[in-house]
């Protein structure tokens, strides 16, 4: 069946720019975490979604990063005003369960570069 | 502050032999711990979890061992194989769905 798909795969933005980066989790997965991961780093959590709540957004770094999930399945990670720290690879990953203890498949990332 | 640590950024090991891979933490709440791996230009997958309730979990060649007392954990891959070649993190989460994963330790398994 088909996995976890995220778009665009690829993105370069000028500073300054906003941008618009989706994840379309395997259907019927609840859970729905975005992940940052810098270069040579492991992935970094940024938020959670179970169903279409966003349950902890702790890990945006700040308020220039938003995610939304409003029908509980595709979810769009949005940065405003993009700078050059926020270049890094861009993780998406579902989970059939609502518990912290279920599979996380991850999708291939988008992969941004900020100019 | 990293509460999840891979320090050998990398290892390599002939194949047929062992691979052990290592990971500590910082954080006494984490309970629930995962290896994940990862190839080049895809996301992570899982491979192996285990629970603090337990010290080690075996699936095939994949054998997670967990020390609460030092806050450690790793990977044993036997008989390694050409193809467990990849990037390997681990993770770790408490009460809440945050999971905390490592810098990952970069595995080459030579033929």
């Known amino acids: 069946g088909a996995g976890v798909s995220q778009s665009p795969r690829y993105k370069v933005a000028k500073r300054g720019q906003d941008v618009a980066l989706r994840c379309d989790p395997i259907?019927?997965?609840?859970?729905l975490f975005w992940y940052q991961q810098a270069l040579g780093q492991g992935p970094e959590f940024l938020t959670y979604?179970?169903?279409?709540?966003?349950?902890?957004k702790s890990g945006l770094p700040s308020d220039r990063f938003f995610a939304e999930r409003p029908e509980g399945s595709v979810s769009t990670l949005k940065i405003q005003r993009t700078q050059q720290e926020d270049s890094a690879v861009y993780l998406c990953a579902s989970s059939p369960e609502g518990a912290r203890t279920g599979t996380q498949y991850f999708g291939p990332g988008t992969r941004l570069l900020v100019l | 502050d990293q509460q999840v640590k891979q320090n050998s950024p990398s290892l390599s090991v002939q194949e047929g032999r062992i691979s052990i891979l290592n990971c500590d933490y910082t954080n006494s709440m984490f309970d629930y711990f995962l290896w994940y791996k990862k190839y080049p230009a895809e996301g992570p997958t899982f491979l192996i979890s285990?629970?603090?309730?337990?010290d080690k979990n075996e699936d095939g060649r994949f054998t997670v061992f967990l020390n609460k007392s030092a806050k450690h954990l790793s990977l044993h891959i036997v008989p390694s194989q050409p193809g467990d070649s990849a990037v390997y993190f681990c993770?770790?989460?408490?009460?809440?769905?945050?999971?905390?994963f490592g810098s990952g330790t970069k595995l080459n398994v030579k033929p």
């Open positions: 285990i629970s603090s309730i337990k």
């Open positions: 979604f179970q169903n279409e709540a966003q349950l902890d």
């Open positions: 993770a770790a989460s408490g009460v809440f769905n945050k999971f905390y």
């Open positions: 259907s019927g997965h609840v859970s």
